[in-house]
């Protein structure tokens, strides 16, 4: 994990990386090129990728997050999964 990358995310950034890379409120789906300019760069790098893109998730994370850190992944997974859930309702 580079440098730069520690210093945003803060204290144990590295173990807390491993345990939230994969969760839902930290993927996004991005097109081709937008998703190599992407790639796993600091949020900051990745806004304008997110902008250009055609799909509405992708703009709500640039509106609604300012900076996005361990407590905005939290937030936003607890989000998509109330849209999950709406979605593909499961009966007992």
Do not use: T
Not at 3 to 8: D, G, K, Q, S, V
Not at 16 to 37: D, T
Request: aromatic share 10%.
């Amino acid at each position: 994990m580079p440098a730069r990358l520690i210093i945003y995310l803060g204290d144990a950034a590295i173990e807390k990386h491993k345990e939230y890379v994969s969760r839902i409120g930290n993927l996004s789906l991005l097109a081709g090129s937008l998703n190599i300019k992407a790639s796993n760069n600091p949020y900051k790098s990745k806004v304008k990728e997110y902008s250009l893109s055609n799909i509405i998730l992708n703009k709500e994370i640039i509106d609604n997050y300012k900076e996005f850190k361990f407590n905005e992944v939290d937030d936003r997974s607890d989000k998509l999964s109330c849209i999950a859930m709406e979605i593909w309702k499961f009966s007992k």
